[in-house]
């Protein structure tokens, strides 16, 4: 979220051992928007996503399930080859769909939910 911006959620939320992590956009921690490739913009997503999960005192192993939101289908090729490298072996379940997003210039958005145990 931009800096100076606030939005009524909470990055992570826990339940029932499953921790819910609010979809992530391509912003850096300064608040502005990865404006680059949607390589770039799927690792900045991926990052923030670490970083949730790190506060929560777990990393990526812990991701059970993603939902993934595309604005071209064109990129699709592109974000699949930067979540494979971030994933490497082992990929959780996962939802892609074709969508707009609230955010200009955002080209993906991704949401988690991670085994919290």
């Not at 992530?24 to 990865?34: C, I, V």
């Not at 799927?42 to 777990?58: A, F, H, P, W, Y």
């Not at 969508?99 to 955002?106: C, E, H, K, N, V």
């Amino acid at each position: 979220m931009p800096s100076g911006a606030t939005a009524p959620l909470s990055p992570a939320f826990a339940a029932n051992g499953l921790l819910f992590l609010s979809g992530q956009l391509p912003f850096f921690t300064d608040g502005s928007l990865e404006t680059g490739s949607i390589e770039a913009q799927t690792r900045q997503c991926l990052l923030n996503i670490e970083s949730v999960l790190k506060d929560q005192g777990l990393d990526r192993s812990a991701i059970v399930k993603t939902t993934i939101w595309l604005t071209d289908v064109a990129d699709f090729a592109g974000f699949n080859a930067a979540y494979a490298e971030f994933f490497g072996q082992t990929f959780p379940a996962r939802s892609t769909v074709r969508s707009d997003l609230m955010l200009p210039g955002a080209r993906v958005e991704i949401e988690v939910v991670a085994a919290a145990v």
